[in-house]
């Protein structure tokens, strides 16, 4: 089984500033189609998970373009370059290479 | 409108059963790989099970590995998620999921 494991597990963070949160697997996430099946999701408090990133680093629609994601293999990082008051919430990395396995999540906040 | 819509959840004794629902629409649903993602209260997600287009293929967490079962009916774009045996430790929210699109969620408690 894949494990993912986020860092860190909580973010205080200025409007404004930036916020970074990393996450690993096990294994590699790069399968034989040339995808990497590295997925981000944002859960606000009281709502189901929304997309954020697919595929490492593709913004899913409607998604702000402060938000970015990077990476390859099984390191992989979630920037978001000014935290807005809206960005409050769990962030989870998922992945979907083999079956799927979410990390523990990353709870930010603002100061 | 694209949606997910889950039914079924509600309070169940341990040892007892019961057939969560999820219903599609706005978008093919027959040519999605469809999970089943729940999250304990206070906890994190968890991946559930999945199962392929066509039914044929569908693969589970092990911890409820001989007790959910995961199936579909194209024909009635629907998300069904069986489940026997239930413990205190599958309470949940579980939510249908096609990865960009997720539903509401529907809550399972499993109490005496």
């Known amino acids: 089984d894949i494990v993912m494991t986020q860092t860190p597990l909580s973010l205080s963070v200025t409007p404004g500033q930036p916020a970074s949160i990393s996450c690993k697997s096990s294994q590699s996430l790069l399968h034989s189609d040339g995808k990497t099946y590295l997925y981000w999701y944002l859960q606000k408090p009281g709502q189901p998970p929304q997309l954020l990133i697919y595929?490492?680093?593709n913004r899913f629609s409607g998604v702000p373009d402060r938000f970015s994601g990077s990476g390859s293999g099984t390191d992989f990082t979630l920037k978001i370059s000014r935290v807005e008051a809206e960005d409050v919430g769990v962030y989870y990395c998922?992945?979907?290479?083999?079956?799927?396995?979410f990390g523990q999540g990353t709870r930010l906040e603002i100061k | 409108e694209v949606q997910l819509v889950e039914s079924g959840g509600g309070l169940v004794q341990p040892g007892g059963s019961l057939r969560l629902s999820c219903t599609a629409s706005?978008?093919?649903?027959?040519?999605?790989?469809m999970s089943w993602v729940r999250q304990a209260p206070g906890k994190g997600l968890e991946w559930v099970a999945s199962i392929k287009q066509d039914g044929n293929e569908k693969h589970c967490v092990d911890s409820v590995k001989g007790r959910f079962t995961i199936s579909r009916d194209n024909a009635k774009n629907s998300l069904y998620l069986q489940m026997n045996s239930l413990r205190a430790e599958d309470t949940a929210v579980y939510y249908c999921?096609?990865?960009?699109?997720w539903g509401q969620g529907t809550m399972v408690t499993v109490s005496s």
């Open positions: 998922m992945q979907s290479i083999q079956f799927s396995s």
């Open positions: 706005g978008f093919t649903f027959s040519s999605n790989w």
């Open positions: 595929e490492v680093s």
């Open positions: 999921a096609r990865w960009d699109i």
